[in-house]
């Protein structure tokens, strides 16, 4: 039984299908919302999934001068790391399907293993646009890794625990929103630098050098890469609203609240991206540090002092 | 060691930036040499859609010449028109009626309102901002409309011919345009306010691209441009041709020299065109559309005329042998003599702002290509025959 019960949970639901498909449409959602508010009509629903059923059956060219481990490699890599982490969380207001104590950090590891891949890829490649954009994706990653994983650790430190299922009980009811708004707001920027959202896709700056890392993939890497990216959008939306937007309860209509609520989320990410220019890496790295950061600090000292009081 | 020195000294990281990029809309070749992210050097080559109309020209009569040139650039067709025909005119000492000259400079700002409107679009897409790009390029059809509903076409109007133009602007066409261009003001207005007070907008473009006066002076740019460094430079102004005299321009100019202050001019050139369309179609004269008698064959003389294209001064050499065709026709559209500055601005400045750096002249490739290069196997600098050179066409295209 046991067994069955795992085997469920890696390939169907939570894990597996089902998330790749969530995560698609997901991410038709973010497409069609950017469009709407661009005053385009934007994809029809099937899109993601036809382009990524497309992809998968493309030949998959490995230019020269790879090392091929690596590059075949690489894709598998992120793909699986987004998807193990998806097992940790309260994906569509269901209780993870994995806990132990401390599973918060290994969670935000698995997820950074996507970027670190895609950085990895383009470095393996002798395109020069990769070269750049493998350079300016782990740059930026080192710029919002810290403030978006010490974002995330303010409720934790709420809850007094590192265990996700244990930190979206406690928290259960209180929108912590509305007493960190800084936290909530670098954690959702902190999600489009992941993901090399505009406008933090200076990775991937089409006008300046192509696809950036990914230039040279084709096929089934480019799609397991964008795949990938599809399952952390949903896990990054998915601890967004678990953490800051009242925790996770047990009723039977939780689940469809709860996913309304990580909708509502989408719908604020599609409209920063869709109101911000494109930031040089500089200029990512500075905002990162000089204000993400210290602002985050900043109320992490709030929250320490208050706890300390209380 | 010292080798090693000399092999990192000699091993640069070079970004090829085209023939084909999606930062380009047309194919031209750029080649920037980085330090990271900086750019320590730049190159151009030019010529990938070179296409042979001025020799084309020599072997068309006057009047299949026009319909040739139109076709010189996508995006101002007009203003290359008036310029063949205005020079044409004066070779045959034919003078257009004035109507038909008003009509020819209101075509000529409407046409600019689209060009500048394209560009703010591009501009905005190239700096990652596409929401911008979306919306001025939705408003942009407004004045594509007009442009259609006078001439019947969005891009080749050809509303000019030899002596005067084809289309009239009637009462409810010029009622349609004065909507038209209500609508495009107040949303230019917009634009503008964006321009200059979005912050993350003013990123990209606030201080970066610096062009002095006097070295745009030295480099010898043209248009929107030079007129963002503070150079007074317009034909509109300087040698008013058509109905400019009695329509006169006020010149606008900006200090700053940077990117933003091309933003700005260009904008701001809008109103300009705005208010120009609309005096025109207040005070359109009355008369014919044509002159009364244009010669098949013209004496043999010679002409320059200048003309103010969107992207600067428009140049073109008319050379007439007493036949129906001309002796030699010569192009020099203004991105040709911008270009240098993308070369010497990009030097020092992010790789991301070398696109911007470089939409911020508007260029316009396949008009300014030119003679193309044949990198000959022999000793540099050969001259090649005419015929050799196309017995070189035919073979390259036979394999």
Same mark, same amino acid.
């Given at each position: 039984?046991?067994?069955?019960?795992?085997?469920?949970?890696?390939?169907?639901?939570?894990?597996?299908?089902?998330? @790749?498909?969530?995560?698609?449409?997901?991410?038709?959602?973010?497409?069609?919302?950017?469009?709407?508010?661009?005053?385009?009509?934007?994809?029809?629903?099937?899109?993601?999934?036809?382009?990524?059923?497309?992809?998968?059956?493309?030949?998959?060219?490995?230019?020269?001068?790879?090392?091929?481990?690596?590059?075949?490699?690489?894709?598998?890599?992120?793909?699986?790391?987004?998807?193990?982490?998806?097992?940790?969380?309260?994906?569509?207001?269901?209780?993870?399907?994995?806990?132990?104590?401390?599973?918060?950090?290994?969670?935000?590891?698995?997820?950074?293993?996507?970027?670190?891949?895609?950085?990895?890829?383009?470095?393996?490649?002798?395109?020069?646009?990769?070269?750049?954009?493998?350079?300016?994706?782990?740059?930026?990653?080192?710029?919002?890794?810290?403030?978006?994983?010490?974002?995330?650790?303010?409720?934790?430190?709420?809850?007094?625990?590192?265990?996700?299922?244990?930190?979206?009980?406690?928290?259960?009811?209180?929108?912590?929103?509305?007493?960190?708004?800084?936290?909530?707001?670098?954690?959702?920027?902190?999600?489009?630098?992941?993901?090399?959202?505009?406008?933090?896709?200076?990775?991937?700056?089409?006008?300046?050098?192509?696809?950036?890392?990914?230039?040279?993939?084709?096929?089934?890497?480019?799609?397991?890469?964008?795949?990938?990216?599809?399952?952390?959008?949903?896990?990054?939306?998915?601890?967004?609203?678990?953490?800051?937007?009242?925790?996770?309860?047990?009723?039977?209509?939780?689940?469809?609240?709860?996913?309304?609520?990580?909708?509502?989320? @989408?719908?604020?990410?599609?409209?920063?991206?869709?109101?911000?220019?494109?930031?040089?890496?500089?200029?990512?790295?500075?905002?990162?540090?000089?204000?993400?950061?210290?602002?985050?600090?900043?109320?992490?000292?709030?929250?320490?002092?208050?706890?300390?009081?209380? | 060691?010292?080798?090693?020195?000399?092999?990192?000294?000699?091993?640069?990281?070079?970004?090829?930036?085209?023939?084909?990029?999606?930062?380009?809309?047309?194919?031209?070749?750029?080649?920037?040499?980085?330090?990271?992210?900086?750019?320590?050097?730049?190159?151009?080559?030019?010529?990938?859609?070179?296409?042979?109309?001025?020799?084309?020209?020599?072997?068309? #009569?006057?009047?299949?010449?026009?319909?040739?040139?139109?076709?010189?650039?996508?995006?101002?067709?007009?203003?290359?028109?008036?310029?063949?025909?205005?020079?044409?005119?004066?070779?045959?000492?034919?003078?257009?009626?004035?109507?038909?000259?008003?009509?020819?400079?209101?075509?000529?700002?409407?046409?600019?309102?689209?060009?500048?409107?394209?560009?703010?679009?591009?501009?905005?897409?190239?700096?990652?901002?596409?929401?911008?790009?979306?919306?001025?390029?939705?408003?942009?059809?407004?004045?594509?409309?007009?442009?259609?509903?006078?001439?019947?076409?969005?891009?080749?109007?050809?509303?000019?011919?030899?002596?005067?133009?084809?289309?009239?602007?009637?009462?409810?066409?010029?009622?349609?345009?004065?909507?038209?261009?209500?609508?495009?003001?107040?949303?230019?207005?917009?634009?503008?306010?964006?321009?200059?007070?979005?912050?993350?907008?003013?990123?990209?473009?606030?201080?970066?691209?610096?062009?002095?006066?006097?070295?745009?002076?030295?480099?010898?740019?043209?248009?929107?441009?030079?007129?963002?460094?503070?150079?007074?430079?317009?034909?509109?102004?300087?040698?008013?041709?058509?109905?400019?005299?009695?329509?006169?321009? #006020?010149?606008?100019?900006?200090?700053?020299?940077?990117?933003?202050?091309?933003?700005?001019?260009?904008?701001?050139?809008?109103?300009?065109?705005?208010?120009?369309?609309?005096?025109?179609?207040?005070?359109?004269?009355?008369?014919?559309?044509?002159?009364?008698?244009?010669?098949?064959?013209?004496?043999?003389?010679?002409?320059?005329?200048?003309?103010?294209?969107?992207?600067?001064?428009?140049?073109?050499?008319?050379?007439?042998?007493?036949?129906?065709?001309?002796?030699?026709?010569?192009?020099?559209?203004?991105?040709?003599?911008?270009?240098?500055?993308?070369?010497?601005?990009?030097?020092?400045?992010?790789?991301?702002?070398?696109?911007?750096?470089?939409?911020?002249?508007?260029?316009?490739?396949?008009?300014?290509?030119?003679?193309?290069?044949?990198?000959?196997?022999?000793?540099?600098?050969?001259?090649?025959?005419?015929?050799?050179?196309?017995?070189?066409?035919?073979?390259?295209?036979?394999?």
């Amino acid at each position: 039984m046991e067994l069955v019960r795992n085997v469920t949970a890696l390939l169907i639901f939570p894990g597996g299908l089902f998330l @790749l498909l969530a995560g698609l449409m997901y991410q038709w959602a973010d497409r069609k919302l950017i469009a709407q508010l661009q005053n385009r009509l934007g994809p029809r629903w099937f899109q993601p999934i036809a382009d990524a059923i497309k992809l998968l059956a493309n030949e998959e060219i490995v230019p020269d001068g790879v090392n091929r481990l690596l590059f075949v490699g690489l894709p598998v890599a992120a793909l699986a790391g987004a998807l193990t982490a998806a097992l940790y969380v309260p994906l569509f207001g269901f209780q993870p399907a994995f806990s132990f104590t401390g599973d918060l950090i290994v969670t935000l590891y698995l997820l950074s293993l996507l970027t670190l891949c895609t950085g990895l890829a383009g470095a393996n490649t002798r395109d020069r646009f990769s070269l750049i954009g493998a350079v300016r994706a782990l740059t930026q990653l080192f710029a919002y890794e810290a403030p978006f994983m010490l974002a995330l650790l303010g409720p934790a430190i709420v809850a007094g625990s590192w265990q996700i299922s244990e930190i979206i009980t406690t928290t259960h009811g209180s929108w912590i929103v509305l007493t960190q708004p800084i936290g909530f707001l670098v954690a959702l920027i902190g999600l489009m630098g992941k993901l090399e959202m505009p406008p933090f896709d200076s990775p991937e700056a089409e006008t300046e050098i192509v696809a950036g890392a990914l230039t040279e993939y084709s096929g089934r890497g480019l799609a397991l890469f964008k795949l990938g990216r599809a399952v952390e959008l949903v896990i990054g939306l998915t601890l967004i609203t678990a953490f800051y937007l009242g925790g996770v309860g047990q009723g039977a209509l939780e689940p469809a609240f709860f996913t309304l609520k990580s909708i509502l989320v @989408l719908g604020l990410l599609a409209l920063m991206q869709s109101l911000m220019t494109r930031l040089r890496i500089d200029q990512t790295v500075g905002l990162w540090w000089r204000f993400g950061a210290i602002l985050v600090l900043m109320q992490w000292l709030v929250l320490i002092v208050v706890k300390m009081v209380s | 060691m010292p080798t090693i020195t000399k092999a990192a000294q000699a091993e640069k990281f070079v970004v090829p930036i085209g023939p084909q990029h999606p930062a380009l809309k047309e194919p031209g070749h750029f080649e920037f040499t980085v330090d990271g992210e900086v750019v320590t050097a730049a190159s151009v080559r030019l010529g990938y859609a070179h296409r042979g109309i001025e020799k084309g020209a020599e072997s068309r #009569n006057w009047t299949q010449n026009q319909y040739l040139l139109e076709r010189v650039c996508g995006i101002c067709s007009h203003i290359h028109a008036t310029a063949y025909c205005l020079g044409v005119e004066q070779l045959a000492e034919v003078e257009a009626p004035p109507r038909a000259q008003a009509i020819r400079v209101l075509l000529a700002e409407l046409e600019r309102v689209h060009s500048h409107l394209l560009w703010l679009g591009v501009a905005a897409h190239e700096a990652g901002f596409d929401t911008l790009f979306m919306y001025t390029w939705r408003d942009r059809e407004t004045v594509m409309d007009l442009l259609e509903q006078i001439s019947g076409n969005r891009v080749n109007y050809s509303v000019n011919t030899l002596g005067g133009v084809k289309f009239d602007i009637t009462d409810p066409i010029a009622v349609d345009i004065l909507e038209g261009l209500a609508f495009l003001e107040e949303r230019t207005h917009h634009y503008l306010e964006v321009i200059e007070n979005d912050l993350m907008f003013a990123r990209r473009t606030r201080g970066i691209g610096i062009m002095p006066r006097a070295q745009a002076e030295r480099l010898g740019v043209l248009g929107p441009t030079a007129r963002a460094s503070g150079v007074a430079r317009d034909v509109r102004v300087d040698a008013p041709y058509a109905a400019y005299p009695d329509y006169p321009v #006020n010149i606008i100019l900006d200090n700053a020299c940077d990117l933003e202050a091309r933003f700005i001019v260009r904008v701001k050139e809008l109103f300009e065109a705005y208010r120009i369309s609309r005096e025109i179609l207040a005070t359109l004269p009355e008369g014919d559309l044509v002159a009364k008698r244009m010669p098949r064959r013209i004496k043999p003389a010679e002409t320059i005329m200048r003309v103010e294209a969107p992207r600067g001064e428009l140049l073109y050499f008319i050379k007439s042998n007493g036949s129906e065709s001309p002796e030699r026709l010569h192009v020099r559209t203004p991105t040709i003599c911008n270009m240098a500055s993308v070369l010497t601005l990009t030097v020092g400045h992010n790789l991301a702002d070398v696109p911007m750096i470089l939409v911020g002249i508007d260029p316009c490739f396949s008009c300014n290509d030119r003679g193309v290069i044949v990198r000959s196997e022999q000793a540099a600098g050969d001259l090649w025959t005419w015929e050799r050179l196309r017995q070189h066409g035919i073979d390259y295209y036979r394999r």
